[in-house]
């Protein structure tokens, strides 16, 4: 069918999966470019976002609630590694009195 | 109407996730990070997704960004500085973008070209009754897995975060 046509009878779901895209690939960017180490973390989040509205797409498009608990599961999983991941850059912090992840490169050669 | 609602929060969640990225000021970026989440949370009503909805809210837009802020503020994290890139990065960097979006775009497009519409309403199976009849029935040992990874996360986070005590 054509998408001019189901836009008489809803919005269809292509651009739902379309828009999650979108943002998946503007969270990759900031993941790449950015050099707050803060920053670069909210990025990981805004593309776990754009997975979670895939899953919810997804469990519209085949009547079946499973697609929800993937995403619920996802939002647990984001929110422990929140906790961690904050506590790590704190302790990053700590040691070396630095967000730049350009200066955080003990491990480099 | 269902356009114009999923339009007008589509619209708003890719110019916040734009601004998370072109922000310099971290605290700037949660702000725009919040705008995303909460859009996101409209878009999963109109799919029918009630509970994920208000746990997104919830869970996503409080907690998590509260915790981000706080980190934020903690830290006094100021303005990024940016060191020297390389020419092969100011070079490629947008193309390399336009071509990641292209591709996913082109993919999508491709894979799934008539999957149906949305209409807000059509379908009600995402209240709080049906997600919880299936986490404690179908999903039940995922659900009790997770609790243990909470458990651990709790404890990693308190001790990567204590004073040292010697």
């Known amino acids: 069918m054509d998408p001019l046509e189901m836009m008489k009878n809803g919005v269809p779901e292509t651009f739902y999966l379309t828009l999650s895209a979108m943002l998946f690939a503007i969270g990759v960017a900031g993941f790449m470019i950015r050099r707050n180490i803060i920053t670069v973390f909210m990025c ?41 991941g904050l506590a790590i850059i704190l302790t990053v912090f700590k040691n070396r009195s630095t967000l730049n992840i350009d200066e955080i490169n003990t491990l480099k050669n | 109407m269902d356009l114009f609602f999923f339009s007008l929060f589509a619209f708003i969640a890719l110019i916040c996730a734009v601004n ?4 310099k000021h971290p605290i700037s970026s949660a702000l725009s990070l919040v705008g995303v989440m909460a859009s996101l949370a409209v878009l999963y009503l109109l799919l029918g997704a009630e509970f994920v909805a208000m746990s997104q809210v919830i869970v996503y837009a409080g907690a998590v960004m509260v915790l981000f802020v706080f980190v934020i503020m903690l830290l006094n994290a100021g303005i990024e500085v940016h060191h020297g890139r390389s020419w092969m990065a100011k070079l490629l960097g947008f193309p390399a973008f336009l071509a990641i979006l292209g591709l996913l775009c082109f993919f999508v497009q491709r894979g799934f070209p ?53």
């Open chain 1, 44 to 84: 990981i989040e805004l593309m776990l976002n754009a997975v979670n509205l895939s899953f919810i797409t997804f469990a519209h498009q085949h009547k079946q609630v499973s697609g929800h608990l993937f995403a619920f599961f996802v939002m647990v999983v984001a929110a422990a590694e929140a906790a961690v």
């Open chain 2, 20 to 23: 998370v990225v072109l922000q």
């Open chain 2, 114 to 166: 008539n999957v149906g519409s949305v209409r807000f309403g059509d379908w009600e199976g995402g209240g709080a009754q049906q997600v919880g009849y299936a986490l404690f029935t179908e999903y039940l040992l995922p659900f009790e897995v997770t609790s243990v990874l909470i458990l651990i996360a709790i404890i990693g986070a308190i001790v990567l975060a204590r004073k040292e005590l010697d």
